[in-house]
């Protein structure tokens, strides 16, 4: 795992960066079974915000890359934590895939998720995180289990 000043360093070493702290407010599950989807959308509760609160800190690599760092905590068990490449999709939106071998929670071998960010402004932006999701049924069979965790994050920037 990645301590946080060890982000904070890898950010100043490309130029000033911008640390995101991210809360998690809505959350929508989305399972198959066979050819049927069953869907439900709900708010985290207040509890589950502060469990499922993170930062990660974007800075610019020496060729201009958008780089993204940050400690996995509690979502580790989907697969964030590290460091990634960014995929810059639009004016002040950024996407980032992860990847992880093990200890995943919603997968039996490696997970990863698919991250999603919006600036709304200087000191707001939102989020989504889709991880990746398989469900072992009784009888053997393997379904599609998708969740998808909403948010928003308060920006500020990191000093060199």
């Known amino acids: ?5 060890v982000l904070a360093v890898a950010a100043s070493l490309a130029g000033a960066g911008i640390e995101y702290d991210c809360t998690a407010e809505k959350r929508v599950l989305l399972m198959s079974d066979e050819s049927d989807w069953s869907y439900s959308a709900d708010k985290v509760t207040r509890e589950e915000q502060e469990t499922f609160r993170w930062t990660f800190v974007t800075s610019r690599s020496e060729d201009g890359s958008l780089l993204v760092s940050h400690d996995p905590g509690i979502l580790d068990a989907l697969g964030l934590g590290g460091q990634y490449l960014a995929t810059e999709i639009a004016p002040r939106q950024f996407a980032f895939a992860t990847r992880k071998d093990s200890n995943c929670l919603f997968t039996e071998e490696a997970c990863g998720a698919l991250v999603q960010i919006s600036d709304f402004s200087e000191k707001k932006a939102s989020f989504s995180i ?11 069979d393997r379904e599609n289990f998708q969740m998808v965790m909403l948010g928003t994050c308060k920006k500020s920037k990191v000093a060199q």
Do not use: H, T
């Open 130 to 140: 889709v991880p990746m999701g398989s469900v072992l049924k009784e009888n053997g």
């Open 1 to 5: 795992m990645i301590g946080f000043p």
